[in-house]
C-alpha cells in the first residue's frame, strides 16, 4: 500500500508570492492534517479536513488555507510568502478524524528568499 | 490549552544501553497519544500509537506506556542501536481537538 505522498518536495519562492502544496493521503483514509515544521517553534498544526470539511484550524493567519477533493487529496494555499513562512510542511492521514493512527508524508521544504 | 514537554532535549548514550525518553501533557483529556521518530529532514515515521484506554504497547525493541492521570508517557527503547539515533516526538491527540505536539528528543547513539 502506497504511503503519504507530499508534492513538490523542495520549492523556492519570493515574498509576496504564493504557493501550492498538494497532498494524497494512503488509499482508504479519508482524513487529512498539515503541520508546519520550524526549528524554533517545532510542530504547529494548520489544519485538518476530513470528507471535504475543516474540522480543525491551528493559530495561523488567514493566508494559510487549505481544501480537501472528493478523493480526499488535499490542498494548502500560503498567500503572499512571508520569510518566516520558510519551514517544512507535513501531511498526515488517519483513517477517520479524530482517533486514528496519523502517517505521514515526507514533507514539502518551502524556501521564502 | 493543551502543552507538551519532552525531557531531556538531548540524550547521547553508548549502544547497547537501555534509555527510557519521556513525555508529559498538562490536560489529561486525551484519545490517544503517538509516539514518532523523524529523521533529519525527513518525515515522522510512526513508532507506537496508544489509546487512552490502554497502559502500555510494545513493538519489537520498543515499549511505551501511558498514564494519563499524571499527564505522562514514556517511551522505551531497549538494546540501542546507531539506527535508533534520531528526534522523537509525541503527540497528544484530544479527540476531535488539534494534535499537539512535544519539541522532542535529540537521540545520539554512539557506536
Known amino acids: 500500500k502506497a504511503g503519504v505522498t507530499q508534492t513538490p518536495r523542495y520549492l523556492i519562492k519570493t515574498r509576496g508570492q504564493q504557493v501550492t502544496l498538494s497532498c494524497s493521503p494512503i488509499?482508504?483514509?479519508?482524513?487529512v492534517s498539515w503541520y508546519q515544521q520550524t526549528p524554533g517553534q517545532g510542530l504547529q498544526f494548520l489544519f485538518e479536513?476530513?470528507?471535504?470539511?475543516?474540522?480543525n484550524k491551528g493559530n495561523f493567519p488567514g493566508r494559510f488555507s487549505g481544501r480537501q477533493f472528493s478523493n480526499s487529496r488535499s490542498e494548502m494555499n500560503v498567500s503572499t510568502l512571508e520569510l518566516g513562512d520558510s519551514a517544512l510542511y507535513l501531511c498526515?492521514?488517519?483513517?477517520?478524524?479524530?482517533?486514528?493512527?496519523?502517517?505521514f508524508g515526507p514533507g514539502t521544504r518551502l524556501t521564502v528568499t | 490549552k493543551q502543552e507538551v514537554t519532552q525531557i531531556p532535549a538531548a540524550l547521547s548514550v553508548p549502544e547497547g544501553e537501555n534509555l527510557v525518553l519521556n513525555c508529559s501533557f498538562t490536560?489529561?483529556?486525551?484519545?490517544?497519544l503517538q509516539w514518532f521518530r523523524q529523521d533529519p529532514g525527513k518525515g515522522l515515521t510512526s513508532l507506537l500509537l496508544?489509546?487512552?484506554?490502554?497502559r502500555e504497547q510494545t513493538s519489537g525493541r520498543l515499549n511505551a506506556s501511558l498514564d494519563k492521570s499524571s499527564g505522562r508517557s514514556t517511551l522505551y527503547i531497549a538494546a540501542s542501536q546507531p539506527g535508533d539515533s534520531a528526534t522523537y516526538l509525541c503527540?497528544?491527540?484530544?479527540?476531535?481537538?488539534?494534535?499537539?505536539f512535544g519539541i522532542g528528543t535529540k537521540l545520539q547513539v554512539i557506536p
Open positions: 488509499s482508504g483514509h479519508r482524513s
Open positions: 479536513y476530513f470528507s471535504e470539511t475543516q474540522r
Open positions: 490536560d489529561s483529556a486525551i484519545y490517544n
Open positions: 503527540a497528544v491527540r484530544p479527540g476531535y481537538q488539534k494534535v499537539t
Open positions: 496508544i489509546q487512552s484506554s490502554q
Open positions: 498526515a492521514s488517519s483513517l477517520t478524524a479524530g482517533v486514528d493512527e496519523q502517517y
